[in-house]
């Protein structure tokens, strides 16, 4: 399990605005390009562990300073599908 979670967490904090506007997609997100570049830009590198809630938390205060709460839930409800 803890594999699992290292890959995921690292497919995370490397994603590119094309990889995450295809997940996006997938799971039926709307974002437009410029709120993908502002998600990479907040998760990039940052070394995120979207299993801890306090480390999830705080990532997604953050987005929704950068791109509105309601778009910044829907982000969260994506991180929550990629954790089950």
Request: net charge positive; proline share 2%.
């Amino acid at each position: 399990m803890k594999l699992l979670q290292n890959v995921i967490n690292h497919k995370i904090n490397n994603i590119n605005r094309a990889e995450l506007l295809k997940y996006a997609n997938q799971y039926n997100i709307s974002l437009t390009p410029k709120q993908a570049d502002a998600i990479v830009d907040k998760v990039k590198g940052k070394n995120i562990n979207i299993f801890d809630v306090g480390s999830r938390s705080k990532l997604v205060k953050e987005l929704a300073k950068a791109i509105g709460p309601a778009k910044a839930k829907e982000i969260n409800q994506l991180f929550m599908q990629l954790i089950r």
